[in-house]
């Protein structure tokens, strides 16, 4: 990303740019634009990762580890959201133009361009999208990872049902990328009309080789769509250079968005291969009755009517906090929290790893099980007295626990789990 570009996501951040276009200043914006990030010793500088905690409107409580479920908000995401609906409501006003203001920074935050981004509810929309919008017929086929989520597989399984399309799925758990990009390669026939991954698996984390996907996939003229609801905000995205033709994320996760918030992508030139699934005001170039109706030349023909604008604007707060911090940051830290949780749990008797270990293949999620202990219990019990808000895992009956490391959890934080995981079992 140029560095001015960068520059100006980090000064919207602090200056809450979008106040202004109401013509109106706010002499109290709360904590956002109070922040100042400490010094930065390295990913392992506690007090630097302590002064992030504090910046985030989580109660201590509990320790949050659900993050690949639900990501909390910053007070900077937090507070600018309750001003802009406060401003809106008192004025009864949309503030669509706030919308049309994010879509530079959050494109660029991702990687994209402006005309290529929608926003819209969650990532499921934004699958559902894909999958309705392609044309399939019956008899086509798609491939998709078995530990596709239920926002990811529902949409195709819809198709199945209403077009008589195939499904074939492939196991993304694998020791190598040419293992997956193999199983892949071999479910793909001339009827193999798309390709559609999760970017980091939901049950186990873990993070697939999405642009040799992209090259394999387009080498037998497929769509390639990334279900990218678990890497938005967990690890830098530059969809330009993934080769995907379309992604899909939610904002309510990794990226620290209000609920309800996501993100659709769609390749500028292959914008008119998806038929819109909802269309009205803001849809259209054209319309007139009883036949005129043109598309807008970009990926907003995927939004329509009245929105809540302080959503759209909170995706866009979120990337500008996390782009403080900075992306990479955030990623090797994630991954030196997960890493610190494995070593910790393999000190433990009966516990069973299921993430990958391989560097190239995982992210900050870690699930995990015990021989000695139902996974519902152990977890009915980290959950009950020990205060641990993690997932448990049932999908393709892994029968296990997740735990979701973000920038806002800490090394203190894993090291009483594997304490607590070790108290809980040797209770029984
Ligand atoms: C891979 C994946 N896809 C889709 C979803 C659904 O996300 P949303 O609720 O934002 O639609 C999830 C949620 O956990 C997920 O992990």
């Known amino acids: ?41 390295g990913s392992d500088d506690e007090a630097y990762w302590d002064a992030i905690r504090r910046l985030y409107a989580l ?36 503030g ?21 981004i929608a926003f819209i509810r969650n990532a499921t929309e934004g699958n559902a999208t894909i999958a309705s919008g392609i044309g399939l017929k019956k008899g086509d086929e798609i491939i998709i990872d078995a530990s596709a989520h239920p926002g990811g597989a529902i949409p195709w399984l819809n198709q199945l049902k209403a077009r008589g ?30 390709v559609q991954v999760s970017h980091i698996t939901a049950p186990t984390g873990i993070l697939l080789p999405v642009q040799q996907i ?20 967990i690890m830098p995205i530059h969809l330009g250079n993934l080769g995907c033709d379309s992604y899909a994320t939610s904002g309510h996760k990794w990226l620290g968005a209000m609920h309800g918030t996501g993100v659709l992508y769609i390749r500028e ?9 909802e269309v009205g005001a803001y849809s259209d170039a054209a319309y007139s ?81 015990s021989s000695m202990l139902s996974f519902k219990d152990l977890n009915d019990r980290l959950a009950s007295e020990h205060d641990f808000r993690l997932r448990i895992v049932t999908e393709q009956d892994l029968n296990a626990i997740r735990v979701s490391l973000h920038i806002f959890n800490t090394k203190a934080q894993v090291d009483s789990l594997v304490d607590a995981v070790r108290e809980v079992l040797s209770k029984g």
């Not at 570009?5 to 904590?31: C, I, M």
């Open 59 to 94: 109660a201590d409580t509990r320790v949050y580890m659900n993050t690949g479920g639900l990501g909390p908000v910053s007070y900077q995401v937090l507070e600018r959201f309750r001003e802009v609906t406060t401003d809106l409501q008192t004025r009864s006003e949309t």
């Open 165 to 194: 399309i195939a499904i074939k799925t492939f196991e993304p758990y694998a020791e190598s990328s040419e293992v997956i990009l193999d199983r892949i390669a071999s479910l793909i026939t001339p009827k193999t009309k798309v």
């Open 1 to 41: 990303m140029p560095s001015s570009r960068r520059t100006f996501l980090k000064t919207s951040a602090l200056a809450l740019p979008g106040l202004t276009a109401f013509g109106r200043t706010h002499a109290a914006v709360g904590k956002a634009e109070r922040i100042q990030l400490p010094a930065f010793n």
């Open 214 to 233: 992209a090259e394999l996939a387009h080498a037998h003229n497929c769509w390639f769509h990334i279900d990218g609801a678990q890497s938005a905000g």
């Open 269 to 277: 030139e292959r914008l008119d291969e998806i038929v819109p699934t």
């Open 96 to 116: 669509h133009q706030l919308i049309e203001e994010a879509r530079e920074p959050v494109a660029t935050f991702l990687g994209a361009k402006p005309s290529e």
């Open 289 to 369: 009755l009883p036949s005129t109706f043109e598309y807008i030349s970009t990926a907003r023909r995927h939004e329509s009517g009245t929105r809540n604008a302080p959503l759209v604007d909170s995706v866009r707060n979120a990337c500008a906090f996390l782009d403080l911090i900075g992306m990479q940051r955030v990623r090797d830290r994630g991954l030196e929290l997960s890493d610190a949780l494995r070593i910790g749990l393999e000190t433990l008797p009966d516990i069973e790893i299921i993430s990958p270990r391989n560097a190239d293949l995982r992210a900050s999620m870690l699930t995990f099980r």
